[in-house]
Structure formats: structure tokens, C-alpha cells
Nanobody, 122 residues
Framework: QVQLLESGGGLVQAGGSLRLSCAASGTFFKIDVMGWYRQVPGKQRELVATITPDGITNSADSVKGRFTISRDDAKNTVSLQMNDLKPEDTAVYYC????????????????WGQGTQVTVSS
């Protein structure tokens, strides 16, 4: 079983910064792609950024140049540094991990964090 624990959300003024972190614990072989998504009420969950085990990143156009995703495989964590925050970044942010439970690709499962609220005031 894999558990994810998110931290770092909160209330910040426009132009400010926050750093989100997501730590995985439990028994597994390795973590594949890690990512962050966000959702506002009444809308679909949307991609914010992802990072592969090789460090290749992908991010939404709306956050390019402001948000940076990183990972620490020694600590099984993924982080999202958010700078120059805007009111439209207000959402619940979820981490998303693809985890290999065993040394076979068929053992891959997807796990979501519990969500952390980010509120940006104007």
C-alpha cells in the first residue's frame, strides 16, 4: 500500500510564493512519473506539471515561467515551487504518482494525494 502526504498549501497575496510537497510512503519498487494537478469547484481537474524519472518536465502554459516541479527520489517526494502567484491559481492542488509496486510494469498503480488548498488573494 502506498500513502501520499501533501503539505504546503495556504493563503497568499498575488505575486507571492508557495511551495507544495508530496511525500510517498509504503512498500513499492519505484516511482515513475510524478505530477501536480489542480481543480476548482465546477471544473475538471487540470494538469499543472509533471516530471519523469529522468527529470523531463512538462507544464501547463498558464504556469510556465512561474511554477517549477522537482523530485527527490531519495526521499520519494515531488515538490512544486509556485512563484508570482495569481488569483486564477486558486484551487485545490493534488499530487499524482505512478508507482511500480513490483519490478514489473504490470504492477503500476496511480495514486493521488488528499489535496491541499491554495488561495491567492488579489
Amino acid at each position: 500500500q502506498v500513502q501520499l502526504l501533501e503539505s504546503g498549501g495556504g493563503l497568499v497575496q498575488a505575486g507571492g510564493s508557495l511551495r507544495l510537497s508530496c511525500a510517498a510512503s509504503g512498500t513499492f519498487f519505484k516511482i515513475d512519473v510524478m505530477g501536480w494537478y489542480r481543480q476548482v469547484p465546477g471544473k475538471q481537474r487540470e494538469l499543472v506539471a509533471t516530471i519523469t524519472p529522468d527529470g523531463i518536465t512538462n507544464s501547463a502554459d498558464s504556469v510556465k515561467g512561474r511554477f517549477t516541479i522537482s523530485r527527490d527520489d531519495a526521499k520519494n517526494t515531488v515538490s512544486l515551487q509556485m512563484n508570482d502567484l495569481k488569483p486564477e491559481d486558486t484551487a485545490v492542488y493534488y499530487c499524482d504518482l505512478i508507482v511500480w509496486l513490483r519490478a514489473t510494469s504490470t504492477s503500476r498503480n496511480e495514486y493521488w494525494g488528499q489535496g491541499t488548498q491554495v488561495t491567492v488573494s488579489s
